[in-house]
Nanobody, 130 residues
Framework: QVQLVESGGGSVQSGGSLRLSCAAS????????MGWFRQAPGKEREGVAV???????RYADSVDGRFTISRDNNKSTLYLQMTSLQPEETAMYYC????????????????????????WGQGTRVTVSS
């Protein structure tokens, strides 16, 4: 069965960095767009970054320039390098997968509509203290 397992979360101070990983199994990883989403307490889930099967990326404005999403199709693993973390970014971070569109995926739309993602991981918690 499909599994997405996130790791790398933890507690850091403001300005710190973390690298999240998401190990995927049970489906053809290279045929899917992948994304990182986060949900803070009392808030809706929001898109952080998405990447298509070819490595094209899209970021939320709030993280652009500080976060980097990448993927290793040989290892079926998704990554999120986060730098200059701020307390308001404390949240549960989830990876998700959605089949890629052979005609080209709308990464902006995927970022803005987390609900369409087909598969989800259980999440990894990131806590940023001031």
């Amino acid at each position: 069965q499909v599994q997405l397992v996130e790791s790398g979360g933890g507690s850091v101070q403001s300005g710190g960095s973390l690298r999240l990983s998401c190990a995927a199994s049970g489906y053809i990883f290279s045929n899917y767009c992948m994304g990182w989403f986060r949900q803070a307490p009392g808030k809706e889930r929001e898109g952080v970054a998405v990447i298509d099967e070819n490595g094209n990326t899209r970021y939320a404005d709030s993280v652009d320039g500080r976060f980097t999403i990448s993927r290793d199709n040989n290892k079926s693993t998704l990554y999120l390098q986060m730098t200059s973390l701020q307390p308001e970014e404390t949240a549960m971070y989830y990876c998700a997968a959605e089949p890629a569109n052979p005609l080209g995926s709308d990464l902006r739309w995927l970022l803005l509509h987390p609900q369409v993602q087909t598969y989800w991981g259980q999440g990894t918690r990131v806590t940023v203290s001031s």
